[in-house]
């Protein structure tokens, strides 16, 4: 189990999701606007996890260019007193789906096997009040987290066979 605190981040042009996660359980999370965001993360200590934007090969519009603005104001902000890794979405759904054609449903599935239903106000559960973005997030934190105990079993990661470790 890992012991400091996880922060994951889904960036995005204007907002951005991001779940704390302790003891390999979701205890904090939203949804709000960067500006914000950046404020608030100033007094996180422990993992950050910034999903990685990839190029596909395509063009891309202004949006990226501020999200990965973005993605570069945060992992300035944090970088004095996190440890900050990135995990793309190819490596989410690899890790996750065993296929890079999933889907954010698909996702969102294979989130709800490990913690059970989100369930309903009256009988929350883990899940309960994460939606959209919240759950790309989350994911970057299994991955992360999964990867850490195959790695100490010494069991070859999808980040170790995708980067030829």
Not at 73 to 90: D, P, T, V
Not at 108 to 117: C, K, N, T, V
Not at 159 to 165: A, C, D, E, N, P
Request: proline fraction near 4%.
């Amino acid at each position: 189990m890992i012991e400091r605190p996880i922060y994951a981040i889904d960036p995005g042009t204007d907002e951005s999701a991001w779940v704390k996660i302790e003891n390999e359980m979701p205890v904090e999370f939203a949804i709000e606007k960067n500006y914000d965001l950046a404020f608030r993360c100033i007094e996180w200590k422990g993992v950050v996890l910034i999903e990685k934007i990839e190029s596909f090969g395509m063009r891309v519009g202004e949006s990226v260019f501020k999200t990965v603005w973005w993605t570069g104001r945060f992992h300035q902000i944090l970088s004095g007193g996190c440890e900050i890794e990135y995990i793309s979405r190819r490596e989410v759904k690899m890790h996750l789906l065993n296929s890079t054609r999933g889907t954010d449903k698909m996702i969102r599935d294979s989130l709800i096997e490990r913690y059970g239903q989100p369930g309903i106000k009256s009988s929350p559960g883990a899940l309960y009040g994460l939606k959209s973005h919240l759950y790309s997030a989350l994911a970057l934190g299994v991955v992360y987290i999964e990867q850490k105990k195959l790695e100490k079993l010494n069991i070859p990661t999808i980040k170790s066979v995708m980067v030829g470790r």
